[in-house]
C-alpha cells in the first residue's frame, strides 16, 4: 500500500496511470493548486537537469584551453628565469656597460687633464734657469744667456768672456 | 666580491706608495766635463750618451771627457754636494724638490775663485748643460742630469 507522499510524487512524475491516476486525483482536496505544483515542480526539474549537468567541450574549444594553460606555464617559467638572470650581478651586458661607461670616463678626465696641463708641462719638462751671473770682477766682460736645445729637451747656459785659461786645467 | 674588490684596493694603494717612494729618492749626476776637437776622440762617458747629439751639435766638439763628478742621490731636496777636478770646482747646493725637479744654486769655482753662479729648477727630464771658461785648445762644460 503506497503512501500519499509515494503517490504524490508518482503523480508529480507522471507515472500513475488508469485507476491509480483517476482515483489519485480524486482524492486530491483542490486539483488546480496541486496541477499548477506539479507544473511548478516539473519546470524546476527541467531548469536543474539542464543547468547542472556536465559541460562537455567541443574539440576546439578543448585545444584552446590546453593552449591557454602551455602559454600559462611558459610565462611563469620565463618570468622564473628573468628573475634568476637579475639575480645574477655581473651579466654579460651589464660587464659591458660598466667596462664602456668606464672607458669614457677615463677618456674625458684623460682629454681635461691633458687640456689643462699642456701649457704648463712645457716649463715643467724644460730645465729652467732662474738667474745666472759672473764675477764682474773675474770676468768683466763675462755675459750669459739661456738656449733650449727641445730635441734632447736641454737647456744650455751659455757664458760668453769669461776668462781663459790653459790647457792644464784641463787636469783631472 | 667585497674581497676582490678590497683587494683591488689595497693593490692600487700599495702600488702608488710604492711609487711615490721610488720617485722620492733620485739621484743627480753633476759633471765637470771639457769638451775638445781632437784627431782620435774617446767614445763619450756613458753619463752622457743620452745628449751626445746635443753637445756635438750645440758646443761643435768631438770628443768629451768627464774630469769631475759626483753622484748624489736626493732624499729630502735639501742636500749639498761637490764636484771637483784638479782646478775647478762645482758646489751644488739643493734648496726643495717641486713636482717638476730640484731647485738648485750653482757655483762654479776655479780654485778658491767664483767665476759663475747660478740658480735654476732643474728637472727630472731634462738636462743642464753650463758653458764654462775656455780651458786651451777645449772647453768647459758643466753637466748636471736627474738619472
Avoid at chain 1, 147 to 166: A, C, I, M, N, Y
Avoid at chain 2, 32 to 47: G, K, M, R, T, Y
Amino acid at each position: 500500500m503506497k503512501t500519499f507522499e509515494e503517490k504524490w510524487t508518482a503523480w508529480v512524475d507522471e507515472r500513475l496511470s488508469g485507476r491509480e491516476l483517476s482515483e489519485f486525483e480524486a482524492s486530491l482536496p483542490d486539483k488546480a493548486a496541486a496541477e499548477a505544483e506539479k507544473a511548478g515542480t516539473l519546470k524546476l526539474g527541467e531548469l536543474l537537469k539542464r543547468e547542472l549537468s556536465a559541460r562537455t567541450l567541443s574539440n576546439e574549444e578543448f585545444f584552446s584551453d590546453q593552449l591557454h594553460e602551455n602559454i600559462a606555464r611558459f610565462h611563469q617559467a620565463t618570468a622564473g628565469q628573468a628573475r634568476e638572470a637579475r639575480s645574477t650581478w655581473w651579466t654579460i651586458p651589464r660587464l659591458l656597460s660598466a667596462g664602456a661607461a668606464s672607458l669614457a670616463v677615463f677618456l674625458v678626465f684623460t682629454v681635461v687633464v691633458m687640456h689643462e696641463k699642456n701649457p704648463a708641462e712645457e716649463s715643467q719638462y724644460l730645465t729652467q734657469i732662474l738667474n745666472a751671473r759672473v764675477d764682474p770682477l773675474v770676468s768683466p766682460n763675462g755675459t750669459v744667456s739661456i738656449f733650449e736645445v727641445k730635441q734632447d729637451r736641454v737647456t744650455v747656459l751659455w757664458t760668453e768672456g769669461l776668462q781663459s785659461l790653459p790647457s792644464d786645467y784641463a787636469a783631472k | 666580491m667585497v674581497r676582490s674588490l678590497a683587494f683591488l684596493v689595497s693593490l692600487i694603494a700599495l702600488t702608488m706608495g710604492a711609487t711615490s717612494v721610488l720617485q722620492g729618492a733620485e739621484t743627480v749626476w753633476s759633471g765637470l766635463v771639457i769638451a775638445e776637437n781632437v784627431a782620435q776622440p774617446q767614445p763619450i762617458p756613458p753619463e752622457l750618451t743620452r745628449i751626445e747629439g746635443s753637445l756635438k751639435k750645440f758646443f761643435g766638439y768631438n770628443q768629451f771627457q768627464v774630469i769631475g763628478q759626483s753622484q748624489k742621490t736626493l732624499k729630502t731636496g735639501q742636500e749639498d754636494w761637490l764636484a771637483t777636478s784638479k782646478f775647478f770646482g762645482l758646489h751644488v747646493d739643493a734648496r726643495g724638490e717641486t713636482e717638476a725637479g730640484y731647485v738648485l744654486n750653482l757655483k762654479l769655482y776655479k780654485e778658491k775663485e767664483l767665476l759663475l753662479e747660478t740658480d735654476t729648477k732643474l728637472s727630472k727630464r731634462s738636462p743642464l748643460v753650463i758653458k764654462g771658461p775656455q780651458v786651451g785648445g777645449g772647453q768647459l762644460l758643466l753637466v748636471l742630469v736627474v738619472q
